[in-house]
T-cell receptor, first 115, second 111 residues
Framework: NAGVMQNPRHLVRRRGQEARLRCSPM?????VYWYRQLPEEGLKFMVY????????ESGMPKERFSAEFPKEGPSILRIQQVVRGDSAAYFC?????????????FGSGTRLTVV | TQLLEQSPQFLSIQEGENLTVYCNSSSVFSSLQWYRQEPGEGPVLLVT?????EVKKLKRLTFQFGDARKDSSLHITAAQPGDTGLYLCAGRQPNDYKLSFGAGTTVTVRA
């Protein structure tokens, strides 16, 4: 069984460009979570989605960041007009329905570098 | 400020020694999890503890959840170089689904 798949693994963007990060959850998982990891700060919650629904986006910056999880296809985290402070590792995790309070399965992450 | 405080931040020991990592908070958690993360990879779940006072063992790793469900510890016996990595604790508060992570403990086991 494939795990949580994230791509790209590494992404370099110039300031002002857009970054699109993709996450395909494990088969049978319908809950997706995005976390951001900065050095020595641990992982910070960004957004929780189910198919076609944003359940909680309280951790997302109010501007430039958006997320979606369409009926078909991967979940997308989109960052518009990137700035240097957006440089971080972005991790996606998924869990099956009915078990959202158990441990997550994380992807390998996308490391975004803004130059 | 972190909801979960991990200590120490860094730990370097010789192969065969024991080590303990602590995860503390002033908040109560419904469950607490420990993950290990290697460079360039995502966190991998090691264990979930849900009951106050619970102790779980995973080979040479022993996990304990505090009686008040506010703290946890991870103890590794006879550490091996393969135990090297970043250890993260993460807690879920009652009536929430988000995990709050500690900043992590970087463990290095020297051969």
């Amino acid at each position: 069984n494939a795990g949580v798949m994230q791509n790209p693994r590494h992404l370099v963007r110039r300031r002002g460009q857009e970054a699109r990060l993709r996450c395909s959850p494990m088969k049978g998982h319908s809950h997706v979570y995005w976390y951001r990891q900065l050095p020595e700060e641990g992982l910070k919650f960004m957004v929780y989605l189910q198919k076609e629904n944003i359940i909680d986006e309280s951790g997302m910056p109010k501007e430039r960041f958006s997320a979606e999880f369409p009926k078909e296809g991967p979940s997308i985290l989109r960052i518009q007009q990137v700035v240097r402070g957006d440089s971080a590792a972005y991790f996606c995790a998924s869990s099956p329905p009915g078990q959202i309070f158990e441990g997550y399965t994380f992807g390998s992450g996308t490391r975004l570098t803004v130059v | 400020t972190q909801l979960l405080e991990q200590s120490p931040q860094f730990l370097s020991i010789q192969e065969g020694e024991n080590l303990t990592v602590y995860c503390n908070s002033s908040s109560v958690f419904s469950s607490l999890q420990w993950y290990r993360q290697e460079p360039g990879e995502g966190p991998v779940l090691l264990v979930t503890v849900v009951t106050g006072g619970e102790v779980k063992k995973l080979k040479r790793l022993t996990f304990q959840f505090g009686d008040a469900r506010k703290d946890s510890s991870l103890h590794i016996t006879a550490a091996q170089p393969g135990d090297t990595g970043l250890y993260l604790c993460a807690g879920r508060q009652p009536n929430d689904y988000k995990l709050s992570f500690g900043a992590g403990t970087t463990v290095t086991v020297r051969a």
